[in-house]
C-alpha cells in the first residue's frame, strides 16, 4: 500500500529529547514525563490538530508527529489551556540553559513524497491521512513522486486513464 495524499499544509513535526547528564536523573526524568500528558491530551482533543504520532526510545526520546497543519501545531504550542505551553515555561525556567537535557524539533510542510509499506498495517503518514494498494501507475518510487506533485483529484483522473 501507499499513502493518500495528505491535504495542501498536512505537517510532519518530530521532536526529540537529547539526555546530556545521564547521572542527573532529576533533570531528564522531569522532561521525559511531559510528552505522555500532551499526547494523551491531543489524542483527546481530535479538533486540535494532530493526526497521528508515536513515540520512539533510543540514543534519544523521538515523537514524530503528523498535523493537520502547521497553525494547528503552532496553535496547539500557544495554548495556555493545553499541557505544551505550562511544560516549556518549566523547562525554560529550570534547565533550558543548565546543559543537562537538550530539546530539538524539526517542523516540515508536506510537499512532495513517497512511500510504500508491506506486509504492516498503515504506519506514519498512511496512518495519518489513509492509504490505499499500489496500482501500475504507483509501481515505482519515481512514480510515486510524480503522483505526490498532483492533487488528489488530479491523481485519480490520471489512474482512470
Request: proline share 7%.
Amino acid at each position: 500500500m501507499t499513502a493518500e495524499s495528505p491535504s495542501q499544509g498536512t505537517t510532519l513535526f518530530l521532536i526529540g529529547m537529547r539526555v546530556t547528564r545521564p547521572w542527573r536523573p532529576l533533570s531528564w526524568l522531569s522532561v521525559m514525563i511531559e510528552m505522555p500528558p500532551m499526547l494523551w491530551h491531543l489524542r483527546r482533543h481530535r479538533d486540535a490538530g494532530m493526526l497521528a504520532s508515536r513515540m520512539y526510545f533510543g540514543g534519544s526520546i523521538l515523537v514524530v508527529s503528523y498535523w493537520r497543519s502547521g497553525e494547528d501545531l503552532r496553535r496547539f504550542a500557544a495554548d495556555t489551556s493545553a499541557p505544551h505551553l505550562p511544560a516549556w515555561r518549566r523547562y525554560s525556567k529550570r534547565l533550558a540553559d543548565r546543559n543537562r537535557v537538550g530539546i530539538w524539533h524539526e517542523t516540515y510542510v508536506i510537499g512532495e513524497h513517497e512511500t510504500i509499506y508491506a506486509g504492516m498495517p498503515p504506519w506514519g503518514l498512511a496512518e495519518a491521512v489513509g492509504h490505499r494498494p499500489i496500482g501500475p501507475t504507483q509501481a515505482t518510487a519515481q512514480r510515486r513522486l510524480a503522483a505526490s506533485r498532483t492533487t488528489p483529484a488530479q491523481a485519480d483522473a490520471h489512474q482512470a486513464l
